[in-house]
């Protein structure tokens, strides 16, 4: 029996236990949205294909699952872009579906043609072209395979209408090999013990982890290997949830908005193990000035990223939950790290995250600390990017991986409240609060109908400043308060009604002007059926600090003291 290249597509993802795709109709798929109809499949129309692809995003996120994603051909495809690269910056594994013009139509600049996989090469783990329908079953097995496995990351298979639409025999294939690809299963133990040398001969070290430890499942690993040793922990922005931040070993997130607490660690201590993270600008600050008196450990999945920003002691390449298995019996128990974690309790102590909030203006960093006091620490939170993002990553203090999803490596406004949609269909039974500024809501708010249509409830929290606010914050600092097209109410009335857009689209507004208001209206959005959006109305230019200006050493902070 034959079967076209559309149904043995949908006979492919179900092989891959896909139980969801996110996506958008168009001309060139057709064929294959006949067979989603036909298949059953839970397919969720969003309203934008940036929006399908971020949906998908989140729902990776918080699952540990492949998120799977369609769009028609040219506009379509390339309206996925800034997902795909978005997804691709922060390792999450995605399978992209896109429609494509016909074989004899190729490179003709055909209606809506558009070279979508020369477009995502360098944002791909890989792309593919089907060309043969007797190709679709094997290229549709390896996509899954290479966007899951090693450093995870979105793969994207362009298709052609009339390989969609021809016919073949169906075999799954049950083995992948690809030539020049290869996933390490075996750690170098001799790096390792290396490493536990290096820790066992240390005073003042300092766990630094990142996204890895959260891909790879280590958190009780990381948990295990710090309370041991007795090692203070900081995590970077994609690390948060993957060490608990009520633990007394928490610094919380280091960096340019990192807590003075963490960043002062770093400077000062005599060994660095890195885990998962890839020494990112927006942690080291000036490159020559980070940890400057520390020997380096670095363990990574992906051999690219050591040695390619920092000298490295010594390095590990391999998954990191095996590498940490490996060297927690070879390091050595410490009862006693009384001089450098007291050292540490001094600085928490000096400079603690604080804010003033008073009995008039609504601060933002009290939105979100009684957002994580009404939710016990136990939400899924997805931020959009900036303030708000730099905001929940301080006063949400995340206990478990898999909680916090963010834009971290591409910084993509929009990409919040979609994401919040796919990880409310992944997780349907958590509370899940969508952390928004006024700016980037509006780059996806049509997605609004998506979370009413599913009857999501699901929660938006709009930290409404009239402003873009970190951009406005750079402006302050470093620009002489030249507001130059950030001050989003420069013009009376320009910013929408949240409340009204919310009630346009048949979801829940409640406006919050009050420092009172806000407890009782998370708590009634909590409580309230369906998609509540939440605009709280803020002080209008209060800053995120601490902050470590641009090219600066991390050390060297603004704001974050009394």
């Not at 600085?347 to 009684?370: C, H, M, N, R, T």
């Amino acid at each position: 029996m034959e079967f076209t290249g559309a149904q043995i597509l949908i006979k492919c993802l179900k092989e891959e236990g896909v139980e969801m795709i996110f996506g958008y109709p168009g001309g060139r798929v057709l064929q294959l949205y006949d067979e989603i109809y036909q298949s059953g499949m839970h397919h969720i129309l969003t309203r934008h294909e940036q929006g399908a692809v971020h949906a998908a995003d989140g729902y990776a996120r918080v699952t540990g699952r492949p998120g799977v994603c369609v769009t028609t051909s040219g506009p379509g495809a390339t309206n996925a872009v800034t997902g795909i690269a978005n997804a691709y910056m922060d390792s999450v594994p995605l399978v992209v579906f896109t429609g494509q013009v016909h074989l004899a139509a190729l490179g003709r600049d055909s209606f809506q043609e558009a070279d979508i996989s020369g477009i995502t090469m360098p944002i791909t783990k890989h792309s593919y072209i089907l060309k043969d329908v007797n190709d679709v079953a094997r290229i549709v097995k390896e996509a899954f395979y290479i966007a899951t496995t090693g450093r995870p990351g979105p793969v994207l298979i362009d298709m052609p209408s009339d390989v969609l639409a021809a016919s073949t025999k169906f075999e799954y294939p049950r083995m992948v090999n690809l030539r020049g690809y290869r996933v390490l299963h075996k750690v170098n133990l001799l790096q390792v013990n290396q490493a536990a040398r290096m820790i066992n001969q240390s005073k003042r070290p300092v766990l630094y982890t990142g996204g890895g430890v959260v891909t790879s499942a280590a958190e009780k690993e990381l948990a295990a290997l710090a309370e041991k040793v007795k090692i203070p922990v900081t995590n970077t922005l994609m690390g948060l949830g993957g060490f608990d931040g009520t633990s007394p070993l928490s610094l919380g997130m280091l960096g340019m908005h990192g807590t003075r607490y963490a960043n002062y660690a770093v400077t000062n201590c005599d060994c660095l193990i890195a885990v998962g993270a890839r020494f990112d600008d927006r942690v080291t600050g000036k490159i020559e000035t980070f940890a400057p008196e520390a020997s380096v450990i670095h363990i990574d999945i992906d051999p690219a990223e050591i040695g390619k920003n920092v000298r490295v002691n010594v390095p590990i390449v391999g998954d990191v939950r095996m590498v940490l298995q490996e060297l927690i019996p070879r390091v050595d128990e410490v009862d006693d790290r009384s001089e450098w974690l007291g050292m540490i309790e001094e600085w928490k102590d000096a400079y603690p995250l604080s804010f003033d909030q008073g009995a008039d203006s609504i601060k933002p960093q009290y939105v979100v600390e009684q957002i994580w006091e009404a939710t016990k620490g136990e939400a899924i939170i997805t931020t959009e990017v900036g303030q708000n993002q730099m905001w929940a990553a301080l006063f949400y203090k995340f206990k478990k991986p898999r909680t916090m999803v963010t834009s971290g490596g591409l910084g993509t406004m929009g990409f919040g409240f979609p994401s919040a949609i796919g990880a409310q269909f992944g997780r349907p039974d958590s509370v899940v609060f969508a952390i928004a500024g006024d700016g980037s809501f509006q780059m996806n708010s049509q997605e609004l109908a998506t979370a009413v249509a599913n009857k999501l409830p699901l929660n938006i929290a709009i930290l409404n400043n009239g402003y873009l606010g970190m951009v406005r914050q750079w402006q302050e600092l470093f620009w002489g308060r030249r507001y130059s097209h950030t001050d989003l109410r420069a013009v009376e009335n320009f910013s929408p009604d949240f409340v009204k857009l919310a009630e346009a689209y048949g979801a829940t507004g409640i406006r919050v002007e009050r420092p009172d208001q806000v407890r009782p209206a998370i708590e009634k959005a909590i409580a309230t059926p369906g998609p509540v959006l939440l605009d709280f109305v803020c002080d209008r230019e209060e800053n995120v600090y601490p902050m470590v200006p641009p090219g600066g050493s991390i050390n060297d902070m603004l704001g974050g003291c009394d």
